[in-house]
């Protein structure tokens, strides 16, 4: 957990916190920072569609938020990171002419950053949620670094947090188009808490079907060519021309 002291001093002085932890320590911490807290995990029921869950999770900030008090949202990770409720919440409240903010914090990614020693600004770097680069191909620039998240909850709609059928096998399938069998990947969980270490799995393209990846992973698949250099470009941005070896 990152907390910056903006962040902080937002919790402490809600009326009202609502919270979506990533573990059981986070939440204790959050009741002692602000007894006022309670949990949104609520919402989730096995079975139920998660578009349903955020709705409801979106109608409770709101109706919060309508009350008049000062409420804060807590969630996991970055509050605009792949979540859907927050923006929403944020932009309803806005149209109903209520005050709404969102401040940055650390996403799952910028862990990963740190803890692989991945710098995104040297090759480049495609996030994408994985269902999502599944079911609307793109094209894959693989000279650069790609990030896929949710690979625990590939395919699912509904919140089913014991499914027995993983569907990785379907993603190892199409990466092994873009990819070398052998080409190396991580299955990454960055620490809840900071007397944790992160949990890193490495592993090769051909191993991933077999992967059991926690709901909480995300996979970073490493550059496997290297861009060429466009002399002409080069040229006309004053740049000195490439050297030829050989
Ligand atoms: C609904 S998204 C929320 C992301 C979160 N807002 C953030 O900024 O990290 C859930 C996905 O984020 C990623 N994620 C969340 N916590 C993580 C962790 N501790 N380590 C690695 N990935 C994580 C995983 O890909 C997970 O399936």
Request: aromatic share 8%; hydrophobic share 40%; with cysteine.
């Amino acid at each position: 957990m990152h907390l910056t002291p903006e962040s902080r001093e937002a919790l402490e002085r809600a009326d009202e916190v609502l919270y979506l932890a990533a573990d059981p320590l986070t939440a204790v911490w959050l009741g002692r920072l602000n007894p006022n807290s309670r949990s949104l995990h609520t919402f989730y029921a096995a079975g139920k569609d998660r578009k349903d869950t955020y709705d409801e999770m979106v109608e409770d900030i709101l109706a919060a938020v309508r009350k008049g008090g000062r409420v804060c949202v807590a969630l996991y990770g970055h509050p605009g990171v792949f979540v859907m409720p927050s923006h929403e919440a944020v932009r309803r409240a806005r149209l109903e002419g209520l005050e709404a903010r969102m401040l940055p914090a650390v996403s799952a990614e910028d862990c990963l950053f740190a803890d692989l020693g991945v710098d995104p600004g040297r090759a480049g770097c495609q996030s994408y949620e994985a269902t999502d680069f599944l079911i609307r191909p793109r094209k894959v620039e693989t000279s650069a670094c790609l990030i896929l998240w949710q690979v625990g909850f590939l395919g699912m709609v509904d919140y089913s947090p014991d499914r027995a059928d993983s569907r990785l096998p379907v993603l190892g399938d199409y990466l092994r188009q873009l990819y070398p069998a052998d080409h190396p990947m991580t299955l990454y969980e960055a620490s809840p808490h900071p007397l944790f270490e992160p949990v890193i799995r490495h592993l090769e393209l051909s191993e991933l079907a077999a992967a059991e990846p926690p709901a909480m992973t995300t996979l970073f698949v490493p550059p496997a060519t290297v861009p060429q250099d466009d002399p002409e470009m080069m040229e006309r941005l004053g740049l000195p021309a490439p050297s030829v070896s050989g």
